[in-house]
């Protein structure tokens, strides 16, 4: 199955934390071979800045999301 990530580049979210969050995201996938089960791509404000940073998974929504609750959310998701 195919994961979609997608994870909020405005400014907001971008400045807040999803500069870093990408980072860590894209160095999970590396880590753990999942290049083939995960689709990642940006998204353009959506429009809930107070909540962000925001990231979605399969269009279930993370907010206030740091370096350790991304690594927590991936790790349950891939059960790894
Ligand atoms: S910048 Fe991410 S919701 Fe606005």
Same mark, same amino acid.
């Given at each position: ?22 980072? +860590? ?6 880590? $753990?071979? %999942? #290049?083939?089960?995960?689709? =990642?791509?940006? @998204? ?10 925001? +990231? ?6 993370? $907010?206030? %999301? #740091?370096?350790?609750?991304? =690594?927590?959310? @991936? ?6």
């Amino acid at each position: 199955m195919t994961h979609i990530i997608k994870v909020c580049m405005g400014s907001s979210c971008f400045a807040r934390g999803n500069a870093k969050n990408l980072q +860590i995201i894209q160095n999970f996938i590396e880590q $753990h071979g %999942l #290049d083939a089960q995960v689709e =990642l791509t940006g @998204l353009r404000c959506c429009g809930s800045c107070s909540a962000g940073p925001n +990231i979605y998974i399969d269009d279930e929504a993370f $907010h206030n %999301l #740091d370096q350790g609750s991304v =690594l927590d959310i @991936l790790e349950h998701k891939f059960n790894v």
